[in-house]
């Protein structure tokens, strides 16, 4: 999916577009309010992550814009501020969500997840591989026609695994996609988590495979 | 907050004043319509006492040497025509009386001038009024002074000025009343702006900092101009210090993200595990500090809403509903389920939303904390006699042995969450917030299982 970030703080942002690349979302940046609007004049995209202090202006006004224009394209603001007012001036104003710097990137994952799924059902982000369909939005896979619920770690775990089918992923690689950092957990404990997937996906043409010494792939049978 | 207190009222200070000068007014009418009535009735007494003697004194003449005296019949009977009096008469030349009563008294200048001369005095146990007429007589070769006395008692003229008197009080008791009635109205009618602008400024409740009246008596124009002044630049000052507040959380957040984004990246990127611990620590830093600077922040905020309640009607199932989804994103990543149970009515309470959301968000940030994965937290509504509750049970490591009285202070937390981040603050904002709304907050273990319960009990509205 097209994200469009509009953020002023560089680093900041770099972390964002390349944490979001890693489920496949494709992020375009705008360090100011300028750029972003020729960004939205040129593409349409499913989400916009807004910071509220910009160098050419305040976010909640572009937000009014925003909304003024029938753009219903979901927002998710990210701030700083104080919490106790701005919260519910900012979903007062049209925000979807709001998430308060700095934030756990897992949050902002799962929070883009929620919204997109409020707001546009989960029929356009299916993604399928042999026989499996996976749903991320709603959470789901179907394998071979049945259709299991997924847990939060296992949905996770199929992101990655089906961002690159066939590649080869390190258990620390899935370690930091999995948990919050200070979740301190030994890389043993993703094989509970590949073991349910497994399990998720017996019947069909996809496997999750070991490769001994290195980590896990997905690929066809 | 200091309490004002009445001292006297104004209405009845003006009500008093007024009825005071009405008094001394409904005095002065009658003794002026008494004195004036007197002074009338004594003129016309006079008057016929005159008319009377120059009738007697044209009809005294001289001949041969003496004086003769026909006293007409109409002088008298002019006297006579006031009921009941007596009148008298005596007619004297030289001071020898020529006829009459010659006990009359004289008046003392009974004078020579041909002009008469009144006098009051007590004859044969009356009061009578006396006039006396001198006039120069001819008699033979010499010129003898006649004076003609006619004297009437007095008890008509008593009982008409008792008569005038009571007239003049009836009068003046009138005047007193109708008076006092204008004055009850004009009052009223003068105390009206200043009740309206009482009732007006205690209508709006204390958050309502907005100018108080655009138009007023001119009395009144530097009080209220001055209470604008005043409101103005409490609600500029306070507008600031919610500025401040946001935009000092701003400053100390900002650069701390950075410090966590490049400590995340950094963490992927190495490999030595004491390099990653180092990196988690610093990540666990940059969290703690932002938290706390966030919570200390919000408390500022909380507190200083507290002050100033922006109360409205709120649906108390409808603020946790919102409160919910707005945490369930959180609680997903660690499968948590928040469910969301309560009475269908409207739960309504009367408060400041944003607080309270706070409040109960604080609550649920705790128990997706420290909940396990794969549990469920159970928010659920209920409505007592007076009261909504908003119990908040989670399935997670409870609240410890330790003291639990600690846990609502500031910085106090409890002894078995050293290894979670947390500011200490949580519990401290909500119960501010609760008890600003005249609740309170509980805190006991969850009944059906190990966990914890939050209690929120609210008055509803």
Known sequence: MRFLLIEDNEKLAAAIVERLGLDGHVVDHAPDLETAADCLAGTGYELILLDIMLPDGDGRSFLEWHRTCDNDTPVIVLTARSEVSDRVRMLDLGADDYITKPFDFSELEARCRAVLRRRQGAARNQKTYEDVVFDPLAGTVAVAGSVFELRNRELRLLEVFFSAPDMIFSKSHLVDRLFSYDEEVSENAIEVYVGRVRKKLQGGRVRIETVRGVGYRMTAT | ?461
């Not at chain 2, 138009?215 to 000052?237: D, G």
Request: hydrophobic fraction near 45%; glycine fraction near 6%.
């Open chain 2, 1 to 461: 907050m200091t309490v004002v207190h009445a001292r006297g009222s104004l209405r009845r200070r003006l009500l008093l004043q007024l009825l005071l000068v009405a008094a001394i007014l409904s005095f002065a009418l009658y003794f002026t319509v008494r004195v004036l009535a007197q002074q009338a009735a004594e003129t016309t007494q006079d008057n016929i006492l005159i008319a009377s003697a120059t009738a007697i004194s044209e009809a005294a003449r001289a001949e041969r040497g003496q004086i003769l005296v026909d006293v007409p019949y109409s002088a008298l009977s002019m006297l006579g025509s006031i009921a009941e009096e007596r009148v008298f008469y005596r007619v004297t030349a030289n001071d020898l009386t020529v006829t009459g009563y010659d006990d009359l008294p004289a008046p003392a200048r009974a004078a020579e001038t041909g002009k008469p001369v009144f006098a009051t005095a007590i004859y044969r146990d009356d009061e009578v009024r006396i006039a006396a007429l001198p006039r120069r007589l001819t008699v033979g070769d010499e010129t003898v002074i006649l004076t003609v006395l006619v004297a009437q008692t007095r008890l008509g003229l008593a009982a008409v000025s008792l008569q005038i008197s009571i007239a003049a009080a009836a009068a003046g008791i009138g005047f007193f009343l109708l008076s006092g009635a204008l004055s009850w109205f004009a009052t009223n009618n003068a105390m009206r702006p200043l009740n309206r602008l009482a009732k007006s400024v205690e209508r709006r409740g204390p958050q309502d900092l907005s100018p108080v009246a655009t138009s007023a008596p001119t009395e009144l124009v530097p009080l209220l101009q001055s209470l604008n002044t005043f409101m103005a630049r409490l609600s500029a000052s306070l507008a600031r210090t919610e500025d401040f507040i946001a935009e000092a959380a701003h400053h100390v957040r900002t650069p701390l993200a950075t410090v966590r984004t490049q400590s995340e990246i950094a963490l992927r990127s190495v490999r030595k595990p004491e390099n990653k611990q180092i990196l988690r620590e610093v990540i666990r830093a940059a969290d703690e500090s932002s938290r706390s600077a966030g919570q200390l922040l919000d408390h500022a905020m909380v507190a200083l809403r507290s002050d100033n309640l922006e109360k409205e009607q709120l649906n108390m199932k409808d603020l946790a509903q919102d409160v919910i989804r707005s945490i369930s994103p959180t609680a997903d990543l660690k499968d948590i389920r928040i469910t969301c149970s309560g009475s269908d009515t409207t739960s309504a309470v009367e408060g400041d939303p944003i607080l309270l959301q706070n409040a109960l968000r604080n609550l649920l940030d705790n128990a997706v904390k420290y909940s396990p994965e794969d549990s469920r937290i159970k928010v659920e509504i209920s409505e007592g006699a007076s009261t909504v509750r908003i119990d908040v049970l989670d399935e997670g490591r409870g609240l410890g042995d330790g003291d639990r009285s600690h846990l609502t202070e500031r910085f106090g937390r409890g002894d078995n969450v050293r290894d979670i981040i947390g500011s200490g603050l949580g519990l401290t904002i909500v119960e501010e917030v609760v008890s600003a709304h005249g609740g309170s907050l509980a805190l006991t273990d969850n009944p059906e299982r190990r966990g914890t319960c939050a209690s929120l009990t609210l008055p509803s509205a």
